[in-house]
C-alpha cells in the first residue's frame, strides 16, 4: 500500500496523456475525473483505467485534442456531437450547456452522440451544485448486462447518477449502475476464492449462478433486484430507460451493438445524456428541505449497532474526509505497480508516494 | 370470477363518485385512470382502490370540484398547486402543461404540490405518446420503504414512469415502484400461507423476513435489490430521487411526515413530478431507433422456452389485448362482491357482468 497526494496523481495522468498527444487542457479534463473517483472511493473508476485512456488516444480510437459541437437546440435542450473526443471534455462541455440552459429556462437537457468513456456519472451531475441546481448525467455502456429471461447480455451497466443541493455543502449524490454488481465485485470474489450471492450474476445456462469464475467467464451480469420473483425485470427496465437517454435519444450506437468493453479497433461512439434543474423554478426553500430529508435519513433508528442509515453520497464524502485527513489516497500494491510500468513504459516521471 | 365490460366499469366507477358529491369530469379522469390500471393487469391499482377515492370525498378529505394551478412558471418548467384536487385531475393538468412545454422548449418539467393519489404513474408518462413524445411520471407515497439499513419505513414505494413512442404504435413503458415488491404481493403470499424471498421486506428487528405474516405486520418493505450486499441501497437512493423531484422540490410533505396509508383525516398533500422530452430536438429517427431496440430485445434467445424476453409495457399490452378479444375486464369474485356493496351503501347500480 502506497500513499499518494492528490496533485501527484493528478500531475501522473496528465503526464502520461500529454505524452501520447493528448491536448493538455484535454488531459487535464481526465485527469480530474479519474483522480476524483479515487478521492471518492471509488477505485474501479480511477486510475486503473488509466491505460485504456492511453491506448484510446495513442491508437487514435479516441482523439485527443477534439471537442464537442451543439448540432441543435432550443431552449431548453441541444443535441451535441461529441466527435469522438474524450468523454470528460464531451461531458464537461454538455453539463455546461444544461446548466446556462436552465439558467434561463429552468430545465436544461443536452443529449452528445459520439462520445466515449466519461468515468464516473457523478462527476458531471455533482457540476450542477457548483450553480445551486441539481444536476443528471447517463451513459450507455458496451453489453454486459443480461434483460431479464435472456440468455445473453444486450445492454451497459449503464449508470444513472443525481446530485441535488442541501444546506452548507451538504447534498445527496445518488451514482451507481443499473446492474446488481460491478463486473469489477465479481472479479474480487474469484480472486479470493468466494462465491457470489444469487442475483448478482448468470452462467451460460441463463440462470443465476453463485460461481464466481463462471459467473466472470460468463460476463452476463444480472440486473439491479437480481431475479425475477426478487424484480429484476425493474433493474432491467431502469438500464433500458439510461439506453432511451443515451444511444436511442441521441442517434448514437446502443445496445448490443455498442463495441465489446476495452476493444480499441474502433471508435466507441456511446450515448450520454446530461440534465440540469434549477430548484429556483419551484418551490422556495429546496436547499432546506433536502437537508431536512438527509437529516431525517441519517437519523433513523438503525439494525445494526456500527451501521448508521446513510444518504447516498455519504460514504464519498467520509473518503474525502479520510484523504485529507492522511494527506493523499491509499493505493492497492497493485495499483503502484501498474502504474510504475505504465510511467516506464510511457518515460514519465512515476508517482512519488508521500 | 366474472368479466365486465370497459365501459361499464367506468359507468360505476362514475357513478359512485359523482354521487358523493366529485364533479362529472373530475369522475370521469378518475374512473379512466382506475379501470385502466385493471385493463393493464394491474389490479392493485385499479377499482379495488374506488372506496377509498369515495371515502376521501366524502369526508372532504379530498376536494373532488377543486382544480390545479400554475403558481409559477419558466419556457420549460411549472410550478402548480394541487389544491387538493382528485390525483388524476392534477396528474392530466400537470402532463398537459408539460407537452405544451416540451413543444415550444424542448422539454417540459411540471412539479405539483397539494395532490392525492393518482393511480397508475404510467398513466401520466403515457399521454406524452399521444403526441409522439417521451413522457415521465413521479409521485411520493405514504412511508412504507425502510432505507437500506434502517429498522423502519421512512420513504414510499415512490413510482418512476417513462413511456417512449417506437414505430407503428409500439412503444416502451416503463412503471415501476422503488421498492422491491408491492404490500399486496406480501398480501398474497400471506393467504395462501406462503414464504416470502430474502429481500422483500424485513422484520421489526430491521432483517430481511421470509414469514409472510410478519412482513405484512411490520410493513417495512425493503427497496429495489433487497439486501446491502445484493444492492439495496441503490433502490433505496431510487426512492430518494424520486422523493427529490417530488416532495422536496413541489414543497408539499415529504418522506416519514406524509400521512400513514388509508388515514383520511387530513389531506395527503402529497408531491408529483411529471415530464415531457420531445425527441424532435435531438437525433430524427428516434421511434426507428425505439423500435429497433425493443425488436432486438425480444428476439433475445431465452432461458426457458416459455419465457420470452419482454420489454417493458408487453405484458400490459397482453392483458389489453386479452381483454379486448374476450369482451370485458376479468375480475375475481371477491372484487365483485365488495363492488357490489359499495353499490348498495351509496344505492348506486351494480356492476353488470357480461
Redesign the interface.
Known sequence: MARIPVPEVLRFCVDCMTLVGTSKPHAVALAEVLVEADHRGHYSHGINRLEMYVRDVQSKTTDGSAVAKVL??????A?VDGNNALGPVVGNFCMDVAVK?AK????G?V?A?GTNHYGIAGWYAMQALKHNM?GMSFTNTSPLLS??????A?LGTNP?S?A?PAKDGDS?V?D?ATS??ALGKIEVQRRKKESI?V??A?GP???STTDADLAFKTSALMP???EE???G??????A??V??FC?????SD???NIRRWMDATKPANLGQCFVA???G??????EQ??SD?NN??RK?????PD??????GDPERNNIAKVKKEGGILYHESQIKASAELAAKLKVNPMKAL
Open positions: 441543435q437546440e432550443s431552449a431548453a435542450t443535441w440552459k434561463d429556462s429552468g430545465v437537457w443529449v452522440k441539481l434483460p431479464t429471461r435472456s440468455k445473453k444486450a444513472i443525481l441535488a445527496f445518488l451507481m446488481a454488481v450471492p442475483g448478482w448468470q445456462d441463463g440462470r439491479l433486484g437480481g420473483r426478487t424484480s425485470y425493474k433493474g432491467y427496465g431502469l433500458l430507460l439506453e432511451t444511444g436511442i435519444l441521441a442517434g446502443f445496445g448490443p434543474i434549477n430548484p423554478s419551484f418551490a422556495p426553500g429546496f428541505r433536502m430529508m431525517i435519513l433513523l433508528d438503525h439494525a445494526e451501521k448508521p442509515v446513510l444518504v447516498p
